[in-house]
């Protein structure tokens, strides 16, 4: 308790305590500021879809800047929906078909922006549709015929439920099955299929497989107008002939399909960095997606289910911020850490600083209040005949650090005044020790 008592009066004392005390807030902050994470997975789809596919792309640009993405297949958006929604499953990011998710239950969820068109495709053999002149442009021609929706947990099972319900069609008009895209490709090429559901991107590479199919074609939504009043998270799209293959002259006429948009989602609280990078990097990966869209039109605040991710609303509108323009990508994370942290701490300590000199005042005081508690405790020692010459030593000490003392000259009162009360106590020990 002495020691405490005596580094009251000590000013190097109170500047190291306040020295720490700023380290102990730097510190603080820096934790409450982590920087975003090295290594990130994302769920995608099957290996042949667009999604697995723009995961490898965005897989390739993130390396690039130190950042670890692992991608993880999946059925598609409802599993990859709730692998997101599960925190213990690893998982950060997900592609997500428009329209699909009920967001009410998903509160923690945000997008991060709308990436590409993902048609509906609906191929069917021309065979199957003979009554019709071989060929299917409406859903209603889908009574009695063998076709197949979607596998279980993908995005196309929940948007052809969709059009086939507001389309007026039961379970019981229909034979369908729920198959993955590569076991419906084999069964429409056996015959087994009249017609199969598909969402993918133009650039999907499943979409390649089908191309080899005899006597099969695309359908052309001619009432894709009513669609998209009926389900609002549907865009029409206009296909121009052979824009799919022109090889294969696929589709072979100017045809109109519905689209969701395929959205990247994450977790509310997303590193704003890694909303920053990752929306740079696929400005960069989408340059190539021009199939069905124009470019610069995606990454995409429109048509999205779950509410924009703040950062991405600013990014999407005045683009990066200065340090990311700039600088390297981990440059940026430190350097804005630190801003964000400096600044705090300038608005605690700005305010602090009009009290430097009532600050100084008190130093100076605890300095000449700690010389002035010993010169008390010798005064008190003084009669006693045992304590003499210890005491003239103490007060030698006493009057070599008064002597060394240097204060500003609006102090200068206060040092004489301790001077000429060092010199009265000396006197009152010589008087006392007679």
């Known amino acids: 308790m002495n020691f405490l008592r005596k580094q009251l ?7 190291l305590a306040i020295l720490l005390l700023i380290a102990a807030i730097f510190g603080m902050l820096w934790i409450l500021v982590p920087p975003p994470p090295k290594t990130l ?5 099957f290996p042949t879809g667009l999604y697995y596919h723009f ?9 690039k800047e130190g950042v670890t993405l692992e991608l993880k297949t999946t059925g598609g958006t409802i599993d990859n929906l709730a692998l ?11 592609m997500v078909q428009g329209g699909v998710a009920d967001i009410s239950q998903y509160p923690n969820l945000v997008s991060i922006a709308g990436m590409f068109y993902e048609p509906i495709w609906i191929w069917y053999r021309e065979p199957a549709f003979k009554a019709d002149g071989g060929r299917l442009s409406i859903l209603s021609q889908l009574k009695g015929k063998r076709i197949s929706i979607g596998n279980i947990g993908s995005g196309t099972l929940a948007l052809s439920n969709a059009l086939l319900k507001a389309s007026g069609m039961s379970d019981e008009q229909l034979h369908a099955e729920k198959l993955k895209p590569d076991e ?3 069964k429409l090429k056996n015959g087994e299929l009249d017609a199969v559901f598909i969402v993918a ?11 080899a199919i005899p006597g099969i074609r695309l359908m052309s939504f001619e009432q894709a107008d009513a669609y998209t009043r009926n389900l609002p998270y549907l865009s029409k799209v206009n296909i121009p002939r052979g824009v799919i293959s022109i090889a294969n002259d696929l589709p072979r006429q100017d045809i109109q399909v519905l689209a969701p948009t395929a959205t990247l989602v994450g977790h509310s609280d997303v590193s704003p960095a890694l909303v920053s990078l990752l929306l740079s990097d696929t400005y960069d990966i989408l340059k190539s997606y021009s199939r069905l869209q124009k470019a610069g039109e995606f990454p995409s605040a429109v048509g999205l289910d779950f509410p924009l991710q703040a950062d991405a609303e600013i990014y999407l509108k005045d683009g990066p911020s200065l340090l990311h323009r700039y600088l390297p990508f981990w440059t940026a994370v430190w350097v804005g850490r630190f801003v964000k942290i400096v600044i705090p701490l300038l608005v605690i300590l700005i305010p602090l600083f009009t009290y430097i000199p009532a600050a100084k005042n008190l130093i100076l005081r605890l300095k000449l209040s700690q010389v002035y508690e010993e010169l008390k405790m010798l005064e008190k020692n003084a009669s006693n005949p045992d304590l003499r010459e210890k005491n003239f030593k103490d007060l030698e ?27 009265d106590t000396r006197n009152r020990l010589h008087l006392i020790q007679k």
């Open 9 to 15: 009066y000590n000013p190097i004392a109170i500047g």
């Open 41 to 45: 997975e994302m769920a995608t789809g």
């Open 55 to 63: 995961g490898e792309r965005l897989k390739g640009a993130l390396a």
């Open 84 to 94: 997101l929604n599960d925190r213990s499953s690893g998982v950060d990011f997900a």
């Open 184 to 186: 419906a490709l084999e």
């Open 201 to 211: 991107a133009a650039e999907a590479p499943i979409l390649e497989k089908f191309y």
């Open 397 to 423: 000490v006493i009057e070599r650090r008064v002597a060394q003392m240097k204060v500003a000259r609006l102090d200068a009162k206060e040092l004489y005044d301790l001077k000429a009360h060092v010199s």
